[in-house]
């Protein structure tokens, strides 16, 4: 920078008129504005605009700033201005001033100045230059103003502020990075060599030092016993700022009142720090080497700092507390048995725990940042976001009940339950939510639940079906009762006599059917129904059917009905496996209820070869049967709806009992039915050891019996124990032309013989009183007369029976009641073969 070295004298020529007058007012006018510079706060100048900055008017205040009186530095007498200037700064100031002079502007500069005392002083500095007539700057003129002051708040607020910033950060204070470089920043506005932080519990009355950066004070404090007789307790207890000179420490030594450790400070300062009116601890300063480092200005400036610091040692408590309590709950919850979550404002999962991921079956990844809503189960009524709201109003939820889809399919109901954690303002924080699953103990209620309710339907059938039952089994025997009654009167007509006997017969029968039916159901419940296959020539088997089809239309008194039978042709000469017992049952009921439920058109049985099953349908044109309750007639006590067919009777386990044959014997029983159309029941079995029949058809039922079939020669002897029986069968067999005798036992049997009644045929009563039973005689009969043809008869026709009859030598089997074409027709047989 070039500055001119004219040198400038300020004189002010004024015409006047009167010379002292001139004088007078130009004295008036100096003394006044002299007063006035003088008084203004701050230096005014004047000074050349050379290289010294040569001052050539200073006021008052020059030496209250600088130290140096005007007088000394005018016209650089001891010292220029220039000089003063700290050397750091000075360039710049100069660059400043010229530039803003050059364009004739006002400059305003901060800059330091060296003080007479050597302390470095902030200054700012407003002026102007004077220009003369000639062009040239004549001089500069303006004034300085102190503003150490307010430069040195600026960096003691610039120091807090990054403080504050450190303290934003994670704080750290074991390993001291934290106040090492707090301490750094201290320096940075006063002498930090000597920086100590205390912590101090009050609790514990216990003074722990958080970091020094004196060897020495670290050494002693681990080898306090009594913390009261530190310098630093002493600011805690008085709850103010302590500053203290060397010689002040060593007089407070001395009077016994501290105990001091090591060489004695030069200066010391202890700040307290304070959170709301409580002590927390102290910061302390000293300057082992000047005793004018610390003066009110960074005692105050350290006060300032001390309260950011214990923001941060409060803040960094709260975090730590909320760490040790966050890692509490953590463990706790992670390491639950149960399934645990955590939820955010909007119900994201936060966390959720390894046993939550097992039931739900997902790994962590798929979970993270999903909301809660999406892993609830889509059939459930639920408002989810309704819920939330309640939850976090609420503050917890209990025992709410859930379903869950978990990842791998399957829905899982639980019951749920959780508290909110708030933060330390009381704001939400997240819920904690553990859930349990109950799908098995839900699952089992349900089965419970069905169960009784199945027992209780079940119950409530039994009853029903016992009600009906008895009613079923009074009505025929109050007949057959009444009947017999009535038998008794000998004046009754012959014709009225045959009536009362054929209606007890038909009632007698019912019952029959009705305890059949019992037995077999029974049997069935139990697991122990046999069944007995036997080869069945389908034709045959048909036509005896037909004539009890027919029977049964006649005992009905259904004969208008028409009744066909079909049988495909691939079945008419073939014959197969089956048990021709149950089969008949079947269709025998299958029949009886087709005739029962129709009152006009026809029933039709029709018998068919599909795949390799027979099939076997009846057909009726009836009533019909409701959809809904096609499945349950197949149920034991179910009956359609009374209301519906009231006038029909009937037990309501016939298609029970036909349903479980079915299905014994490998094969279906189905229906088909439209409501006042008629229905179709279908029974299919399978064709087991299907064959053809080379022999011609015979036997038919339709080859009606003639009287007097045979010329009277044959002996046919009946073993029965009652006499009523005997005079049925009698009775039945006579007319055709047969020599009839009656045995009641095994003894009139060998009587008979011996007597010369040498029977062709024996129509033997497997059940006898006494001793020995009809299969025994079967056996003793064959072995002495191997010729001699013995029928069994018995009542409750089993298969058993039938069975054991065979096996003792009995030729064939009839069951009782015993049907009169049947016994007919297989006397017949046996003694025209003999
Ligand atoms: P029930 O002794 O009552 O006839 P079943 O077990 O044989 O007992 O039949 C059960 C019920 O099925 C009957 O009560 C009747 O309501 C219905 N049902 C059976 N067969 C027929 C049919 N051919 N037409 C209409 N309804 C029928």
Redo the contacts with the bound molecule.
Sequence with gaps: MKISHQATIIGTAIDITTRKETEKQLNDSRRELLALMNNIPGITFRCLYDEYWTMTFLSKAFSQVTGYWPEEVLWNKKISYQELIYSEDRDAVMESVASAVTKKEQYQIEYRIVCKSGEIRWVFEQGNAYIGKDHQIEFIEGIILDINDRKYAEEVQHVVGRIAGLSMEEVDFENHIYFEKVRELISTIMNAEHLSVLYYNNLAHDLKLLYSSDAIIKKDLDTVDAPEKTLTYKVISEQKSVFLTEEQIKNLDRKGKIIHYGKPAKQWIGIPMQLSGGNIGAVVLQSYSSENDYSEKELQALEIIAQHLVLAINRKDAVNALKERESYYRNLYMNLPESYHSMDEEGNLMVVNDKWLETLTYKWDEVLGRNFSEFLSRDMDFDFKEFLENFKRQGSVSDVQLKLQRKNKGIINVVYTGPVEYDQLGNFFKTHCVFTNVTQIKNAENTMRLAKEKAEENDKLKSAFLANMSHEIRSPMNAILGFADLLKDSSISNAKRERFTRLINERGNDLLRIIDDIIDISKLEAGSLKFFPETVRIYEFLENLEVSFKQEQARKKKEDISFVMDCGPELRDVSFSVDAVRLRQILM??FS??L???DSGYVKLMVDKKANQVVFS?L?T????PDD?KEM?FKRF???DMN??SS???????????FNLARGMGGNLQ?E?TEGE??T?TLSLPLKDMKKIRKSRKNSPKEETTRNQFSGEQNVLIVEDDYDSFLYLKNVIQPLNLNIQWAKNGDELFQTIREGFTPDLILMDIRLPGDINGLQLTQIIKKKFPAIIVIAQTAFAMQEDKKKARETGCDDFIAKPVSKKLLIVIVSKYLQNS
């Excluded at 009836?622 to 049967?625: A, L, N």
């Excluded at 029909?648 to 036909?658: F, K, P, Q, Y």
């Design positions: 009921n299958l209820n087709a029962k439920f129709t009846v009726d009836g009533i019909g049967i309750q007639i179910h009956q359609v519906f067919k029909r009777s009937g037990t309501s386990i016939g298609l029970a009992v036909s229906v039915s008629g229905s029941f």
